[in-house]
């Protein structure tokens, strides 16, 4: 194509993105369609991939293709493995798209879709990406070293082991958020738990059939596949006998899946891990894009407004004002400092060529950030009053609990109008006993998402049918990625026990890798169950702090980035990383503090004060046990929030102290970048 057609295209597109993020941002005289928020979202993909990613890559990280990558140098046939591109995009992108790009959208179109998008956009191209790509490329030039392993050898011992504290206590909020969120949807469904419950012999049969080497993967695949989607059909032809078995309430079912982590972290990994990744790769990616096609289709009409009343912090899906929460709540999909564990895990001992960074980490952020905004369409096309009563933190068995959340849903305005039999009508369709309370998000993006199914493929059964598929479809790659997160945290937490005790160190050890699993699943399933029993927890508590503690841990990636920009010799771009850095840091100090202190913002403090004064003023039975656990819970959460914010604050410090020496030419640059070996020539 010739320059000036080309640059008329790249014009073209550019102006496209900003007619419809205008539109999407300023038409008030009537709803909006979700086709805007979809070409906002590609051509804000196209023009930051084809301009910004390149210059990243070119001229910031100054990636040489000549150079041999961890994965050749350390290549060794285990986990050190030269892989093409794309298969290592597709591990990339199914490890980072995990529960956060669905769930966090969901919960904050409470304050409308607008608030969401427009970090969506933002937040994934000027930092989610560049966040990956860098952590990437660091790692890839460092023998694949983990993030807290880079700030100790680039910064120094002290920063790298508060790191390292950081980042399991980081994780430890991760995996308990993960759990609560599947808890959630599978609680008082005997037909979504007996899909999930399936796929754990699926998988294993897969895992032992490949390890025998006399099934290929071609027909390990189409078995297992076919078994998902037998799952979920068989679901709805359940007994009444298999229906109350498999009718687990919250706590039940919060103890199952610490079994279950406990046991998927110390089996074999080709026995359930591996597979179960393979398996929800295909879903993953397969859902995805055909959701995507079904919103072109559909092109439904977004029924939340643009801006909700909420954004002051009145609402209770997110009990905060949407400054500066929108950006707590939403995290993966725009910017999240999980994929800064992925980025230096798995995938910089898989990249062979440095020249594709670019694709691996921008591209697959990017990726996600539309997956994103079809979290965002699918919660905002339902009815706002559908949207509100299924994420009520009320228990569904009490009526009296429920007409009154019913009573306050529509006291926000007819736009807001529900009632308990139109929500009862659709727990019928659904094919669940009941749909009020289903809180967490995940169950919303499923009754968005079986809506759509159900217009292009109906039935009579069709909307029960396609919710329960959704259903299984975010519980199984949560559950991936449940599993391997407590694989890895049990990496780091073996590491820092063999500070004290080194055999703890031997992954190869049964004692110490069932010990070290063993605290680990009772660290993060703690804060699960208490999650569990507190109908309010994940709204109110635990999601703002999984959202806090992980822009933490994109703060601490961004602190690595800038050291080593600034030691590359690159001081006059580290900008790229500082400003997201300084952003992140002010938005996440102040959610925490807003969190800790402010009742604005359902703040522990002043919730702790509240159910004092009502334990002292006389309840009793059911309310009292309720009022103690809740205090329970706002107590460990103050401690938790003020524990994070003070180690970031002085990882954050001590960074801060390095690029002054540096700048200064106080100190020398010197980078702990592996020995440079040229590729050889193909």
């Known amino acids: 194509m010739k320059p000036l057609l080309r640059a008329l295209l790249w014009i073209a597109i550019a102006l496209l993105g900003a007619t419809a993020v205008g539109v999407a941002a300023f038409q008030r005289s009537e709803p909006v369609n979700a086709l805007w928020l979809v070409v906002a979202g590609v ?70 879709y607008l608030p969401g998008t427009l970090w969506i956009l933002v937040g994934a191209t000027l930092g989610g990406g560049v966040h ?46 993960l759990g609560l969120v599947v808890v959630n949807a599978l609680a008082d469904s005997p037909w979504g738990l007996f899909t999930i419950a399936c796929t754990i012999p699926l998988a294993m049969v897969m895992g032992i059939a490949l390890k025998g080497g006399k099934v290929s993967v071609t027909a390990a695949s189409i078995f297992g596949v076919v078994g998902l989607l037998a799952a979920v059909a068989g679901g709805q032809y359940l007994t009444e006998g298999m229906k109350a078995a498999l009718t687990l309430k919250k706590t039940e079912l919060s103890w199952a899946l610490m079994i279950y982590g406990f046991a998927a972290a110390v089996l074999p990994v080709w026995l359930l891990l591996a597979p179960r990744d393979y398996l929800s790769t295909f879903m993953k990616l397969g859902t995805v894009a055909i959701l995507a096609v079904f919103i072109v289709v559909l092109m439904p ?29 939403i995290a993966c999909g725009a910017v999240s400092g999980f994929h800064a564990l992925i980025s230096s895990g798995t995938t910089p001992k898989l990249l062979a060529r440095e020249k594709d960074i670019r694709l691996v980490g921008y591209g697959s952020m990017i990726v996600e950030m539309l997956v994103a905004l079809m979290a965002i369409i699918a919660a905002c096309a339902l009815q706002p009053g559908q949207y509100f009563a299924i994420n009520s933190p009320v228990d569904p068995k009490d009526p009296v609990a429920v007409e009154a959340q019913i009573a306050k849903i529509n006291a926000y305005g007819p736009e807001y109008a529900v009632t308990k039999v139109e929500m009862e009508q659709l727990a019928h369709d659904l094919g669940e006993p009941h749909i009020i309370g289903k809180v967490g998000g995940a169950p919303t993006f499923a009754v968005g998402m079986a809506h759509m199914f159900a217009k292009v493929i109906p039935g009579q059964t069709a909307l029960s049918l396609w919710y329960h598929f959704a259903i299984m479809f975010e519980a199984l790659f949560i559950l991936t990625t449940l599993d391997a997160g407590t694989r890895v945290g049990r ?64 703060v601490i990636a961004f602190c690595l980035g800038t050291t080593i920009l600034i030691k590359m010799g690159k001081a006059r771009y580290a900008w790229c990383t500082f400003v997201p850095m300084v952003f992140l840091t002010v938005i996440t100090f102040t959610a925490g503090i807003m969190k800790i202190w402010s009742p604005k913002a359902a703040g522990f403090i002043p919730t702790i004060n509240k159910l004092e004064a009502a334990i002292a003023g006389g309840l009793s039975g059911v309310p ?7 205090l329970t819970n706002a107590r460990v959460d103050v401690g938790i929030t003020a524990m994070f914010l003070i180690l970031v604050s002085a990882i954050v410090i001590g960074c801060s102290r390095e690029w002054i020496l540096l700048l200064r030419k106080q100190k020398p640059a010197v980078l702990q970048e592996s020995d440079y070996v040229a590729l050889a020539e193909p």
């Open 43 to 112: 051509c804000t993909f196209a023009i930051s991939y084809r301009f910004y990613s390149a210059w990243l890559v070119a001229k910031v990280l100054t990636v040489d293709d000549r150079r041999a990558p961890a994965a050749v140098t350390c290549s060794d046939g285990k986990d050190f493995v030269p892989t093409p591109k794309w298969v290592v995009f597709g591990h990339h992108f199914a490890a980072i798209a995990g529960p956060g790009p669905l769930v966090g959208p969901v919960l904050a179109a409470q304050f409308g």
């Open 624 to 630: 009292l046990e309720k009022a103690r656990t809740a």
């Open 491 to 554: 990496f780091i937490l073996q590491d820092l026990l063999g500070q004290i005790v080194p055999r703890m160190r031997d992954t190869g050890s049964w004692g110490a890798n069932v010990t070290a699993t063993f605290l680990l699943v009772a660290a993060w399933g703690y804060f699960m169950y208490q999650g569990a029993i507190d109908p309010e927890g994940i709204a109110k508590s635990l999601w703002p702090i999984f959202g806090i503690a992980n822009q933490l841990l994109a």
């Open 132 to 177: 990956d790509a860098v952590v990437l490329f660091a790692s890839m030039r460092r023998d694949g070293k983990s993030l807290g392993q880079m700030l100790k050898e680039e910064i120094n011992p002290v920063v790298g082991l508060i790191a390292m504290f950081s980042l399991l206590a980081i994780m430890t909020i991760i995996l308990a958020v």
């Open 301 to 329: 009409t977004l029924h939340m407004p643009a801006v909700t009343p909420f954004i002051d912090g009145s609402g209770f899906v997110v009990a905060a004002p949407v400054f500066p929460f929108v950006f707590i709540t």
